[in-house]
């Protein structure tokens, strides 16, 4: 059956047609995001939401969409979805950061400009028949300092137009590195050296918790006298309360701003203030942004939804088409170390370590990361997936660490996975095959070579005669059919193991006959999903 797409705000024709021509049944509702009701109504039904601004994903629209494999927000904030929420239910949150970067950075820079000379005050004056030349003294950008909070892709293209007006740019971001800011042709600074210098300061950061007020009311104080501030970026990022008092004792020369704490913002300390410049949150508003990022998020969710590639997603690693096919076995291979585990692991996990050795080691790590511990937690929460284990592996306050190391054995690649508890370690290793069938290859430190089955039946003994008649002998009286199995020991008379790759369940009945034998230390029936 083919995946099903919910298209519930105002998208491009366009993007609809590239969700036909992939073969995906789309719903075009373009109005339905703003009546949340009837959103949480039909959502159930949809294997991916394609949005915009205007339809808000709260985890009350989540909780009512339990086929929902995929969000993708067609720009860059995501601040309407609730991405923890949809982390938990498994959920992919896709944007497109790419999409509007130069359409976002132009209107800053159209923003300086307009702040700079008064451009909407003069033409306001002009409409209304006056002609106040001498009332709207500008300054020249040219040989200026910009300051830039934040470096990053559009705060990068603001650098490079800004060089381009002869600006001197200094930029404040604490993942900038040195050798990129001579690159990009900026000075790197610390925030308080950039307030004290810029004459323009521009923001170019998300809303987090760390940037929240990242120009409240002291960082404000250490501006330099006569400075201008350009927010396009979030609403947030400026204690506005603050600016405004600023502006008005002039310290503050002007102001630009294209996003507020409250939007749509009808009231706001910086309304109606001298050479104050708002508009409506228009920085990706152009013909060719809307465009851009409308196909790129139906091309990201089908690009998922068909082939497995994950593409900017904000809440699980990047997965390219091409990694998807290569890592397709692996990640299976993943899922199962980690369902071995977690299936064995009657107490609380404290960690999760992961070794990759040889090829694999090159290979998307986070990704892998993510099958194993998503196997591991599956025991508990059968409906746990890549996206959402991780979240809850934090929540349980499990450690994951990762060890990566060159070829080692006989072997091109294999993965181990050492779970660790109050009471002891349980480790696994295994590899994938040139046909591409995962396989395990070590229990316990006991090397084996067991294919992988939807049913299994794993023991523990004594390395005594008679262990492989007694299994075969019970599972045949009582009707279990053994496809494969593969038998491990330490050493002659030590501690041995049994992988038994049966066609259905093992009844408990059946293993209660085992038990009776006393000849197992350990029996343990699994599962795996190998389709």
Known sequence: MAPKVLISDSLSEAAVQIFRDRGIDVDFQPDLGKDKDKLAEIIGNYDGLAIRSATKVTEKILAAAPNLKVIGRAGIGTDNIDKEAASKQGVIVMNTPFGNMITTAEHAIAMMFAVARQIPEASASTHAGKWEKSKFMGVELTGKTLGVIGA????????????????????????????????????????????????????????????????????????????????????????????????????????????????????????????????????????????????????????????????????????????????????????????????????????INILYDGSVGQMNLKALNCGVVAGIMKRANPDVNMVSAPVVAREKGIQISTTNQDKSGVFDGYVKVTVVTEKRERSIAGTVFSDGKPRFIQIKGITIDAEIGEHMLYTTNEDVPGIIGTLGQTMGENGVNIANFTLGRHTAKGEAIALLYVDDQVPEAVIGKLRDTGMFRQIKPLQFDVA
């Open 152 to 351: 990053g892709n559009i705060g990068g293209i603001v650098c490079d137009r800004a060089r381009g007006l002869k600006m001197k740019v200094v930029a404040y971001d604490p993942f900038l590195g040195e050798e990129k800011a001579e690159e990009m042709g900026v000075e790197k600074v610390e925030l308080e050296d950039l307030l004290k210098r810029a004459d323009f300061i521009t923001l170019h950061v998300p809303y987090t918790d760390q940037t929240a007020n990242i120009l409240g009311r002291e960082n404000l104080a250490k501006t330099k006298p006569g400075v201008r501030i350009i927010n396009c970026a979030r609403g947030g990022l400026v204690d506005e309360e603050a600016l405004a008092e600023m502006l008005k004792s002039g310290h503050v020369a002007g102001a630009a701003f294209d996003v507020f704490a409250e939007e749509p913002a009808k009231e706001n300390p910086l309304f109606n203030l001298p050479n104050v410049v708002c508009t409506p949150h228009l920085g990706a508003a152009t013909t060719e942004a809307q465009e851009n990022v409308a196909l790129q998020v139906a091309e990201q969710m089908s690009d998922y939804l068909l082939t497995g590639a994950v593409t900017n997603a904000l809440n699980m690693p990047s997965v390219t088409a091409e990694e998807a096919k290569v890592m397709g076995p692996w990640v299976k291979l993943a899922g199962h170390l980690g369902a071995f585990i977690g299936q064995m692991t009657d107490e609380p996990i404290k960690a």
